[in-house]
């Protein structure tokens, strides 16, 4: 029904900088919230940033002032552009469409297969 396919992630020196993008397609009307989760090593997943339809943002405390979330609706298209990336940045990092409704109704939750991200120190 709903795929989304994620794009950026790699190995970056700490301090360095990447971008993730994530694009829905499918038969989608609207989406109200996408956002990104990650995954590091021996941890449980964990937000790090959403953004709204309407574009209001939440950032997890951890990369407040160094990640910035952003999406295009029109797209159906979500990016992070990571920046002063720290060793503890490593993960999966996921990305997620929350509320997606079709032509035909609602469609629910989405998740993306995951991109992996690795900051060396």
């Known amino acids: 029904q709903v795929q989304l396919v994620e794009s950026g992630g790699g190995l970056v020196q700490a301090g360095g900088s990447l971008r993730l993008s994530c694009t829905a397609s499918?038969?989608?009307?609207?989406?109200?919230?996408m956002g990104w989760y990650r995954h590091p090593p021996g941890k449980p997943r964990e937000l790090v940033a959403t953004i709204t339809r309407s574009g209001s943002t939440t950032y997890a405390d951890s990369v407040k002032g160094r990640f910035t979330i952003s999406r295009d609706n029109a797209k159906n298209q979500v990016d992070l552009v990571m920046n002063s990336l720290k060793p503890e940045d490593t993960a999966i990092y996921y990305c997620?469409?929350?509320?997606?409704?079709?032509?035909?109704?609602?469609?629910?939750?989405?998740w993306g297969q995951g991109t992996q991200v690795t900051v060396s120190s």
């Open positions: 499918g038969n989608i009307f609207s989406i109200n919230a």
């Open positions: 997620n469409a929350d509320e997606v409704i079709s032509t035909t109704g609602w469609l629910g939750e989405f």
